[in-house]
T-cell receptor, first 112, second 114 residues
């Protein structure tokens, strides 16, 4: 069975600082991996996805993630945090059948 | 932009009442998911469909929950009878053929059972 673990339920950074949100996955087959963002009282929005092409994936709003098979990781980064990045971020894994399983989420706070 | 439409946005109901939530997937999308989000459990997959056929509903309490797709433009999630522990935000998501495109989420139905 596939699963996702997000390390840290809450991350706080200063505006302009590096954002690093951690995600490790478990999958017996090559996975499809996703990061979603959820702003308060809204649905989830796709940030980026890994689908076995390039291991470094660029997404919207300046975010990117690197797939590392040896570490079973798919961490999300952004070089410089902005106040508008404050939200909850979800890592998700899908198999070839399309079943999408989410991690528990990481709430990102950005301090001025 | 194409969007997944969920109705109602908010629902307050009394324990024991029937609740029906509706989802209109994006035209052309053939995969539909239902998720439940709570503070304690996070995002739980309740059920998902492909080409209107249920693929997996193992996350759904069978005694009170049911999910259907009467046609390609409508998915429904029904709770009968509702209980206070069903209070949550219910999300619908849809995706096009092929699993590597990601899925588009609706804005959710916030259900409160009193």
């Amino acid at each position: 069975a596939q699963s996702v673990t997000q390390l840290g339920s809450h991350v706080s950074v200063s505006e302009g600082a590096l954002v690093l949100l951690r995600c490790n996955y478990s999958s017996s087959v090559p996975p499809y991996l996703f990061w979603y963002v959820q702003y308060p009282n809204q649905g989830l929005q796709l940030l980026l996805k890994y689908t076995s092409a390039a291991t470094l994936v660029k997404g919207i709003n300046g975010f990117e993630a690197e797939f590392k098979k040896s570490e079973t990781s798919f961490h999300l980064t952004k070089p410089s945090a902005h106040m508008s990045d404050a939200a909850e971020y979800f890592c998700a894994v899908s198999d070839k059948g399309g079943k999408l399983i989410f991690g528990q989420g990481t709430e990102l706070s950005v301090k001025p | 932009d194409a969007r997944v439409t969920q109705t109602p946005r908010h629902k307050v109901t009394e324990m024991g009442q029937e609740v029906t939530m509706r989802c209109q997937p994006i035209l052309g999308h053939n995969t539909v998911f239902w998720y439940r989000q709570t503070m304690m459990q996070g995002l739980e997959l309740l059920a998902y469909f492909r080409n209107r056929a249920p693929l997996d509903d193992s996350g759904m309490p069978k005694d009170r929950f049911s999910a259907e797709m009467p046609d390609a433009t409508l998915a429904t999630l029904k709770i009968q009878p509702s209980e206070p522990r069903d209070s949550a935000v219910y999300f619908c998501a849809s995706g096009p053929p092929g699993v590597n495109y990601g899925y588009t989420f609706g804005s959710g139905t916030r259900l409160t059972v009193v």
